[in-house]
């Protein structure tokens, strides 16, 4: 197997640390919409616009969704770079590798869908409905339980909705190691991955299918041009492949997915991770100092759907925290990372780094 790491090796990629962080901002403005739902849907006559800061913030109010799809490219080249090695020559096992994602996501998962599921129910008390997300039943928190909330056995967003896209992570998980494990290293082989995921189609599983591999295709190029002197652009026909399939399946394209989404996902997304990736090789200290940003990103994105309920249940009975006003915004997200932060250092870092040594323990 082709498992080749760069010659200039990056200790740690702090720009797309930064880029997390820029993503997970780019979510919580997105997600502000929630405070304009009537029951599930949005109020017919909400209008993107009146939104607080719509002429600063338009980018993020019309396509913060698509900073979710930039985690999940993130995610591959960031997994490929680190972990592809490793899980192909054994040296980290399936129970290393499981026991690793586990205490980085569960712990928070836990506690955020415990937290979710008292506020729904309170909610649901006071207003006879649920906030945004209806399907707050047992088969659903069993499913969110089990990180399944969006694994196609679902009837919809349930409790913590936002955390659909890390229940499609975890798949994604499996499938990589699963690849790095049996598979060789070639693009060829990512690119049939990348359009399988075209072919599952959607926005959930197909999507996340298609921009994770396409984010192992980044790092190969990436190590490619990190060992050699020169490129050949003919080492790497699977891009090209990626655009044929889709030029194969104009029907299908337009028909069973969503166009902005997979167009982003093969044009600016991967083309600002690759930038940056190639800027932390020329200067591998640029961003260090704003790494926190980064390690904000996963308790910011589970955090701030609860947050909203907490505000929109103070709007509703007391008027408080009006959502048309720019305060309510700056309050909104300056609360939301203000909490954060105290979860990632009070209890995210304290539950990762107790099972990661007991870990070393039984090992």
């Known amino acids: ?13 702090y720009l797309l640390d930064i880029l997390r962080g820029f993503a997970s901002f780019a979510v919580l403005i997105w997600h502000y919409q929630h405070f304009f739902f009537d029951k599930y849907k949005l109020h017919p006559g909400f209008n993107r616009g009146e939104q607080p800061g719509y002429f600063i913030l338009k980018p993020f109010y019309e396509y913060g969704d698509l900073a979710v799809y930039l985690f999940f490219i993130l995610s591959g080249f960031v997994f490929f770079s680190v972990y592809s090695d490793g899980v192909a020559r ?4 399936l129970k290393t590798f499981v026991l690793n ?3 980085r996501l569960y712990p928070l998962h836990l506690l955020t869908l415990l937290l979710t599921a008292s506020l ?3 909610y649901h008390q006071l207003f006879n409905s649920y906030f945004v997300y209806e399907h707050n039943d047992l088969k659903h928190f069993i499913l969110q339980l089990g990180l399944a909330s969006y694994w196609g056995l679902q009837d919809g967003h349930s409790f913590n909705g936002p955390i659909w896209s890390v229940s499609v992570e975890a798949l994604l998980y499996a499938l990589f190691f699963v690849f790095c494990r049996y598979v060789p290293l070639r693009p060829k082989y990512l690119a049939i991955m ?3 995921g075209l072919a599952v189609g959607g926005i959930h599983v197909g999507a996340g299918i298609f921009c994770y591999f396409i984010g192992g295709l980044l790092y190969l190029l990436f190590e490619y041009q ?6 050949a652009a003919n080492k790497f026909p699977a891009i090209g492949v990626c655009v044929a399939g889709i030029a194969f399946y104009p029907s299908t394209f337009i028909q069973h997915h969503h166009p902005k989404v997979y167009l982003a996902s093969m ?3 991967p083309a600002t991770v690759y930038f940056l990736a190639w800027l932390q090789i020329r200067f591998p200290n640029c961003g260090k100092s704003w790494k926190t940003t980064g390690d904000l990103t996963y308790s910011s994105y589970l955090l701030h ?4 309920i907490v505000f929109h249940g103070l709007f509703h009975l007391y008027g408080l925290l009006n959502p048309i006003n720019g305060g309510t915004l700056v309050i909104f997200v300056l609360i939301t990372y203000a909490f954060s932060y105290l979860t990632y250092q009070g209890f995210e870092l304290p539950a990762k780094h107790f099972f990661r040594d007991w870990l070393r323990r039984i090992a």
């Open 1 to 13: 197997m082709d498992t080749r790491r760069p010659q200039n090796q990056i200790h740690h990629f």
């Open 90 to 93: 054994r040296s980290i096992s």
């Open 101 to 103: 994602r586990f205490s």
């Open 120 to 122: 729904q129910f309170g």
């Open 194 to 196: 990348s359009l399988l």
């Open 226 to 231: 990190s060992t050699n002197s020169t490129f």
């Open 267 to 269: 044009s600016i997304l």
């Open 305 to 308: 759907f609860p947050l909203q």
